[in-house]
Nanobody
Framework: QVHLVESGGGAVQSGGSLRLTCTASGKTSGNYRMAWFREAPGREREGVATTDSGRQTLYHQTVKDRFTISQDNAKNTLYLQMNNLKPEDTAIYYC??????????????????????WGQGTQVTVSS
């Protein structure tokens, strides 16, 4: 079992920055993929940025060049640095993870169905 806890959300003005943090605990060894998703009112949850144990990354087209996903394995922590925030970035942001405890490499993914574990979410609000 894996437990994910997000933090770092808040309210900022357009053009501002925030850094989200996701701390993982439990059975976090092995190969993994991790991602940030977001869900705005009235919209489906969408993948924003993802990485894996090979440190490959992938971004949603709307956040590319503004958001950066990174990881600190020593701290079991995933980050999302969000710069030049826009009102349309307003959403609840969720951390997600999947692990493989064999020798299989599982690659990054922005598909919701590829993830087993989810955090509780953190609110990001961007005003114009």
């Amino acid at each position: 079992q894996v437990h994910l806890v997000e933090s770092g959300g808040g309210a900022v003005q357009s053009g501002g920055s925030l850094r989200l943090t996701c701390t993982a605990s439990g059975k976090t060894s092995g190969n993994y993929r991790m991602a940030w998703f977001r869900e705005a009112p009235g919209r489906e949850r969408e993948g924003v940025a993802t990485t894996d144990s090979g440190r490959q990354t992938l971004y949603h087209q709307t956040v590319k060049d503004r958001f950066t996903i990174s990881q600190d394995n020593a701290k079991n922590t995933l980050y999302l640095q969000m710069n030049n925030l826009k009102p349309e970035d307003t959403a609840i942001y969720y951390c997600a993870a999947s692990f493989d405890y064999t020798r299989y490499y599982i690659s990054r993914s922005l598909e919701r169905s590829d993830y087993t574990y989810w955090g509780q979410g953190t609110q990001v609000t961007v005003s114009s």
